[in-house]
């Protein structure tokens, strides 16, 4: 009897029996992340993609996901857990690091179960620079994620003061 309300429930309703059970796994919210990590020398931005860039994604003090760049500078991690706000990091040897802070807020009160998000970065190459260990601690750019919008909105206020720190830095090496 049990089976044949379950098969009711699956024809008529739509409803998968894990999902009728309750099964916290069918409601769990997953984020696609895929971008290009490119790396440029100050202050030019138009660089190659960089083979082997890491970018590893951090919530609650725990790295929760990472991936590393193809040939190409692309990378994609497929199964990325929401949580409100997360950390991404990209590095790769010879370059600055970024962190960058993600509020994915609205993401968790929309009914949608899966986002894909598009996130290219730049990496300048390191020569070995004094002054720029602030890259290390903290984030270079903080976004939140408009769902209805399907896009970034940025603090660009933010971005720009850390972009002018960072260019403080990287012009006192070229100017000597």
Same mark, same amino acid.
Request: charged fraction near 30%; aromatic fraction near 10%; hydrophobic fraction near 40%.
């Given at each position: ?10 024809l ?48 609650? $003090? ?10 190409? =500078?692309? *990378?994609? /991690? @497929? %199964? ?9 990091v ?26 894909q ?13 004094? $002054? ?10 903080? =976004?939140? *994620?408009? /769902? @209805? %919008? ?27």
């Open positions: 009897m049990r089976n044949l309300a379950t098969l009711l429930m699956v008529i309703l739509g409803i998968s029996p894990v999902l009728a059970q309750g099964d916290p796994k069918a409601a769990k919210k997953m984020i696609q992340l895929s971008g290009k990590i490119t790396s440029a020398v100050w202050p030019d931005t138009l660089g190659k993609g960089i083979k082997k860039g890491l970018v590893e994604a951090f919530a609650d $003090g725990k790295r929760i996901a990472m991936d590393s760049a193809s040939s190409s =500078g692309q *990378y994609k /991690i @497929k %199964k990325l857990p929401y949580y409100p706000t997360m950390q991404l990209y590095k790769a040897d010879g370059h600055l690091q970024k962190i960058i802070d993600v509020d994915m807020t609205e993401f968790g009160d929309d009914n949608a179960q899966q986002v998000l598009e996130l290219d970065i730049v990496l300048y190459q390191d020569k070995q620079y004094l $002054g720029v260990n602030f890259l290390k601690t903290k984030p270079f750019g903080r =976004g939140k *994620y408009l /769902i @209805k %919008k399907k896009q970034w909105d940025w603090d660009k206020k933010y971005k720009e003061e850390m972009r002018i720190r960072l260019d403080e830095v990287l012009k006192a090496y070229y100017e000597e």
